[in-house]
């Protein structure tokens, strides 16, 4: 700890400081997802502004730099396991285990220029606006997005950010194998090439898959175009993929679809599993034998949204029955879209070979209390 709030310092002495994020929140901590920690000068004093991000709220609290770096004491190696410091020199990685052990890691800086610390800045998004591909895919004109994809906008960022503070998480080198299956017109598939690859001067090799033919030869034109020989996408159907998976990513994929993409990933022990689940019609359709919930179930809604939870709740079990630390939170703000739920897993070093059987029992007596005979995912591995 010494060491990093010693390099924060210099950071700040030296106008290299971009930001800090803190991830990985502790069980205890569970409602306090992450805090995001940037420069701001007040009345000619420079302070960290911390954004607490809790599951229904964002909190702002502003500190001098010794005030931010007792808090940093106060989080980092308790509330959180991993501290993330950009600089425009170097970025640098404090994370802790279990037993609260530390280790310091140092890397090539991701950001090249330092934000503006005016308190009343613009957010400082990790996609700017300016970037090549936003125009190619018609987001944005001229270098700034074009008002009818403000919310789209906002969803890549928010996607970046994930993935980001996840492979952070993960075991994985710079040349990773990223699968992104039902990629449709390759906004977010774009969008975490452009920040792996520019940004953090990484080699990964992103392969987009997507039914519709049209769709993957214009997502490979415009890659072509971009000259990122290491974007490529694949007209086929996901359940036709078996190569190597490091990272399987499958945003709104629609009912079984999602299962199959998961499935892929356990099967091909991939170290990051990352979906936004779409409909749950297998699981509402199974439903049966309920007699006491029928006086609530008998408004259509209620039964989608009992459907959607007990799918993914499953889900969620057995990827953790699988080796797996998952994660189910809110992707957007449902003003934005409503399929906005998102599954993480991150593969534990220590992955059970088998499948852990109490888990798999818990779930049999979920699906025995809702009358389910079998969820599709295990149809898949089992």
Same mark, same amino acid.
């Given at each position: ?49 911390? @954004? ?25 190696? #308790? ?6 410091? /950009? ?57 700034? =997005? ?87 996408? /694949? ?20 009912? @079984?679809? @999602? ?28 439903? #049966? ?12 809604? /209620? ?24 994660? =189910? ?5 449902? *003003? ?24 798999? *029992? ?21």
């Amino acid at each position: 700890m010494e060491e990093f709030v010693a390099v924060l310092q210099e950071s700040i002495e030296e106008n290299w400081f971009v930001k800090i994020t803190l991830s990985k929140s502790a069980p205890k901590s569970a409602d306090l997802r992450n805090i995001y920690i940037r420069r701001i000068d007040l009345k000619g004093r420079v302070h960290l502004s911390f @954004t607490y991000r809790y599951n229904s709220k964002d909190i702002v609290k502003n500190y001098i730099l010794s005030e931010a770096i007792e808090k940093l004491y106060q989080h980092l190696g #308790k509330d959180f396991l991993t501290g993330t410091l /950009l600089t425009i020199e170097q970025d640098v990685v404090i994370q802790f285990n279990k037993k609260r052990k530390s280790r310091i890691q140092y890397r090539k800086p991701s950001v090249r220029k330092v934000p503006d610390s005016n308190h009343n800045k613009i957010r400082n998004y990790l996609i700017e606006e300016d970037c090549d591909f936003l125009e190619k895919l018609g987001i944005a004109s001229e270098g700034r =997005v074009n008002k009818a994809h403000q919310d789209k906008y906002r969803q890549i960022n928010k996607f970046v950010e994930i993935m980001d503070s996840l492979l952070l998480q993960s075991r994985l080198s710079d040349t990773i194998k990223i699968v992104d299956m039902g990629c449709g017109k390759g906004y977010l598939t774009f969008a975490l090439y452009e920040y792996l690859f520019n940004q953090k001067k990484q080699q990964p090799e992103i392969t987009g898959i997507e039914l519709r033919e049209h769709l993957s030869h214009f997502c490979n034109k415009a890659a072509r175009n971009l000259g990122w020989d290491k974007l490529n996408f /694949l007209s086929q159907d996901i359940a036709d993929y078996n190569n190597k998976i490091d990272v399987l990513i499958a945003l709104h994929a629609c009912d @079984t679809a @999602t299962d199959i993409a998961i499935a892929k990933g356990i099967l091909a022990k991939a170290e990051l599993i990352v979906t936004a689940p779409c409909c749950h019609k297998q699981i509402r359709r199974a439903m #049966k034998g309920q007699k006491f919930l029928n006086s609530i179930l008998k408004n259509g809604i /209620l039964e989608e949204r009992q459907a959607e939870i007990i799918t993914d709740g499953i889900r969620a079990m057995i990827l953790e029955a699988h080796g797996y630390q998952t994660k =189910v939170f809110e992707f957007v703000s449902l *003003e934005h879209t409503a399929k906005n739920l998102m599954i993480t897993a991150v593969r534990k070093e220590d992955a059970p070979e088998k499948p852990l059987d109490d888990i798999l *029992e818990q779930v049999d007596k979920i699906k025995m209390q809702f009358g389910i005979d079998q969820h599709y995912l295990e149809k898949l591995l089992f």
